[in-house]
């Protein structure tokens, strides 16, 4: 990735945050083995600063859209504070696999940890921490449904499970959705569509909205999903 494409990337930024476009496939930090992933690159983001930006939140390597920076020590300090005081309200789009039993509720399963000889996974457990995700059936098509997300809480990989447990699998999740998912054929189709981060207390909210990823189109369009200004319900769920 090269620093334009990374600049191209941005849906906002002022002196104390970055909003940017992650792209599915990349990861957002290095992991035990290493590998390419956005923190090599968020040099080109400094734009005059001393120091390049910081990450304020995880997205997974396979999740697309808005992803926080924060571009100093106080302005991460900051951010810290709101996402772990649930105050950032944070928006994904999926494309699951069947549908969930109602139309729109709240999933509220505790999920743990789980760690094996092949590596580790999460799993819900009623000895986990507390987990919610609030939902909403957009639109429907080819036996897949389109789901407006909202996550109450910030687990690891809580979408993903939540709506495995629900029987709607995300399409293309290898981990969690087994062969109903067809990894193979299709990546993962979860895109942090919006998020909302109170930033300024005396200002609204700032909105960034990421486009749809272009791996995720054909299964939208399927569901009802056109492309074009009117075709938003950016805050379905």
């Known amino acids: 990735m090269t620093p334009s494409d990374l600049e191209a990337r941005l849906l906002f930024r002022d002196g104390l945050m970055l909003i940017l476009d992650k792209p599915a496939g990349l990861a957002v930090h290095a992991g035990p083995r290493g590998g390419d992933n956005l923190r090599d690159y968020l040099d080109a983001l400094r734009f005059g600063l001393p120091q390049a930006p910081e990450l304020a939140h995880r997205l997974d390597r396979d999740t697309s859209g808005c992803l926080v920076l924060g571009r100093h020590r106080k302005a991460l300090a900051k951010l810290g504070r709101l996402f772990s005081e649930g105050q950032v309200r944070k928006i994904y789009w999926a494309v699951a696999v069947g549908a969930p039993p109602q139309d729109e509720g709240l999933i509220d399963l505790p999920l743990l940890k789980e760690n094996r000889k092949t590596g580790w996974k999460m799993k819900v457990d009623a000895k986990g921490q507390a ?39 995300i399409l293309g999740d290898p981990v969690y959705g087994g062969a109903a998912t067809a ?35 054909i299964a939208l369009r399927a569901c009802g999903w056109k492309d074009g200004p009117r075709a938003n319900h950016e805050t379905a769920a």
């Not at 189709?189 to 909302?196: F, K, N, S, V, W």
């Not at 486009?211 to 995720?216: D, K, L, N, R």
């Open 131 to 169: 987990s919610q995700t609030a939902y909403s059936v957009v639109g429907r098509g080819d036996g897949r449904c389109w789901l407006a997300l909202e996550p109450k809480t910030g687990r690891t990989h809580q979408l993903r499970v939540h709506l495995a447990a629900l029987g709607c699998p």
């Open 183 to 217: 990894a193979a054929t299709f990546p993962l189709h979860l895109h942090a569509r919006e998020i909302r981060v109170p930033l300024y207390p005396r200002r609204t909210p700032i909105k960034a909205v990421a486009q749809v990823p272009e791996h995720m189109k």
